[in-house]
């Protein structure tokens, strides 16, 4: 993570460089947009949470502290409004195809079961409690450690380390599984 | 899959199929941009909110002023002492006129007017 830098990016946006929060956006904006499909499977949606998230992040930047890392900071606050969007939104159904599976640039045949796999997997996501599905890919996919997701999701460490065991195990099933199946 | 790193450890591969399952399809530079128009439409309106505010604020304080200078004016000019607009004046026909103790008579106006006429 970049924490002393995200902290002078920080003030120099409160100095109200907009530069500073373009590129703190475009630092983060794969790891939010990535959160938020955890918790919204429509990626539209995600996209949407991912984005108010950043509006939300700005306009309480003041009260973020600058002397704890910045991530576990925004992830909160993208992690509270996509459930807040979850639980208010109207579902938009249509489930897009997977860009992947359409664009160049790989085999036919292994784009497509690099798309199927990507499938499965955010289908078994979906089957997860919300918080397993959250501290397995902040833990295993976003690299941070169990007393950051811990603070993120406002949760005994225990329990975090509970959740991405259990987590674990039901998504390896799954892969195990999917990989007997294409072989 | 099924012996994976121990739950202290990060599992490398599960996290990379994580990451490709939730990577978002489209440009992150479009998501970039979206972001900041959208921090920028909220602020544009904030200052034409205040510039609005300000046209209004202007006409409004040019009219207090205006009154103020002219309820101060007039009071002031009821303040104003007879000693000062005496000084003021500096004749002796007003100073006599305001100093005479016995007003001209019924007889004398009557004259004037008939004078007059």
Redesign the interface.
């Known amino acids: 993570m970049h924490n002393s830098d995200d902290a002078a990016l920080v003030e120099r946006t409160l100095a109200g460089d907009q530069n500073a929060f373009g590129m703190l956006v475009r630092r983060y904006a794969a790891q939010a947009r990535r959160v938020a499909r955890i918790l919204l499977r429509n990626p539209d949606d995600a996209d949407d949470a991912a984005q108010d998230a950043f509006l939300a992040a700005l306009a309480n930047l003041a009260r973020y502290d600058p002397r704890r890392p910045f991530g576990p900071w925004l992830v909160r606050i993208v992690t509270n409004t996509a459930i807040d969007r979850s639980r208010r939104r109207t579902v938009r159904r249509a489930e897009p195809l997977d860009e992947r599976l359409i664009d160049g640039g790989e085999a036919p045949d292994r784009a497509a079961e690099r798309g199927e796999l990507a499938m499965r997997l955010r289908d078994a996501l979906s089957e997860l409690p919300e918080r397993q599905r959250l501290a397995v890919t902040l833990f295993d996919a976003e690299g941070y450690s169990h007393a950051e997701i811990a603070e993120i999701l406002r949760v005994p460490i225990g329990t975090v380390r509970s959740d991405v065991h259990h987590a674990r195990r039901k998504l390896r099933d799954m892969l195990t599984e999917w990989k007997e199946t294409v072989e | 899959?099924?012996h994976?790193p121990s739950?202290?450890e990060?599992?490398?591969r599960?996290?990379?199929?994580?990451?490709?399952?939730?990577?978002?399809?489209?440009d992150?530079?479009a998501?970039?941009a979206?972001?900041?128009a959208?921090?920028?439409r909220p602020r544009a309106r904030a200052w034409d909110t205040l510039a609005s505010w300000s046209r209004l604020g202007v006409v409004a304080a040019a009219a207090v002023a205006l009154v103020v200078i002219v309820v101060l004016s007039f009071r002031g000019g009821a303040d104003v002492s007879i000693e000062a607009a005496l000084a003021a004046s500096n004749t002796d026909e007003a100073t006599q006129l305001m100093t005479e103790d016995n007003s001209p008579g019924t007889d004398v106006l009557f004259a004037i007017a008939n004078e007059d006429n």
């Not at chain 2, 199929?17 to 990577?23: I, K, P």
């Open positions: 899959m099924t994976g739950d202290f990060r599992d490398e599960l996290g990379r199929a994580l990451r490709q399952a939730l990577d978002p399809a489209g992150a530079e998501f970039t979206r972001v900041l959208r921090f920028e």
